[in-house]
């Protein structure tokens, strides 16, 4: 599994805007994006919620918290559930019936055969996610992944070259202590 700089990749912003058109093609109550990051320790989640008025949530779980997402990581494969109060595969989504969550949409991002993250769609309706929602969530996971992999060595080249620039700037200190 690769790691990333998942917090600060996305703002808040950019996701809000992005379910707002993504509630347009497949339906949901909830959006979650979860970001291994470079720690190996955390996965960084940007979460929509649409109860009403949107709310946007951003937080850090330890990665010992989010069994379904290593698992659709290991897995490497959409994960669907029709009806989690009535039957489901994996033992953490207790919680999400508890919570009133019915159907879930789950897909891994991953860059070159490499995952990093998932992306998570939740809806209090039975049934709503069927083959049409999986392929379009499918081919939307892979542009996803795809930008953010690009940004992340965007992020990473940036950092690279600031470091080596105050490297640059205490040697010419340096240089004219002597």
């Known amino acids: 599994m690769v790691q990333i700089a998942g917090r600060g990749l996305i703002s808040r912003e950019v996701y809000t805007a992005f379910t707002a058109k993504l509630l347009k093609l497949v339906p949901f109550?909830?959006?979650?994006?979860?970001?291994?990051?470079?720690?190996?320790?955390?996965?960084?989640?940007?979460?929509?919620?649409?109860?009403?008025?949107?709310?946007?949530?951003?937080?850090?779980?330890?990665?010992?918290?989010?069994?379904?997402?290593?698992?659709l990581i290991l897995q490497n494969k959409t994960h669907v559930e029709m009806n989690i109060a009535e039957k489901r595969q994996l033992a953490c989504d207790e919680s999400l019936v508890q919570e009133g969550y019915r159907a879930i949409l789950r897909l891994p991002l991953s860059f070159s055969g490499q995952p990093f993250g998932s992306f998570e769609l939740k809806s209090y309706q039975p049934g709503v996610y069927g083959n049409a929602e999986q392929l379009t969530m499918e081919q939307l996971c892979n542009v996803i992944a795809q930008t953010i992999w690009y940004q992340h060595v965007v992020t990473l080249e940036t950092a690279e070259r600031r470091e080596l620039q105050e490297m640059d700037e205490a040697r010419e200190r340096f240089i004219a202590f002597l």
């Open 29 to 71: 109550d909830e959006a979650s994006l979860f970001l291994l990051d470079h720690t190996d320790q955390v996965f960084h989640t940007l979460t929509v919620h649409i109860a009403g008025e949107v709310q946007v949530k951003s937080r850090d779980i330890p990665r010992s918290e989010c069994t379904a997402t290593e698992w």
